[in-house]
């Protein structure tokens, strides 16, 4: 089975920094496509930002210019750099990730914007 590990959520102000991590763990394996959903209190889970392989990176227009994804395909790395940080980016983050046609999840982490 494919685990998802993520790191990096906290407290931060807005207009502060945060970085996110999610590696896979257990069985080694490639990456298809990667990404990371966040969820908010009461709202549906969104896309927030996603990049297959060898592909350009996809964003969701309100992270747009802010938020950076990055993979290290040898390491199995997907990484998430959040800049400018807004009240309205509070969710949970959750890795995902594309295996064998088989979409898998990490457990989240919380970001929580607020000064």
């Known amino acids: 089975q494919v685990q998802l590990v993520e790191s990096g959520g906290g407290l931060v102000q807005p207009g502060g920094s945060l970085g996110l991590s999610c590696v896979p763990s257990?069985?080694?394996?490639?990456?298809?496509?990667a990404g990371w959903y966040r969820q908010a209190p009461g709202k549906e889970r969104e896309l927030v930002a996603t990049?297959?392989?060898?592909?350009?990176?996809k964003y969701a227009d309100s992270v747009k210019g802010r938020f950076t994804i990055s993979r290290d395909n040898a390491k199995n790395l997907v990484t998430l750099q959040m800049n400018n940080l807004k009240p309205e980016d509070t969710a949970v983050y959750y890795c995902n990730a594309v295996v064998y046609g088989v979409d898998y999840w990490g457990k989240g982490t919380l970001v929580t914007v607020s000064s």
């Open positions: 257990g069985s080694i394996f490639s990456l298809e496509v």
């Open positions: 990049k297959a392989r060898y592909g350009s990176p």
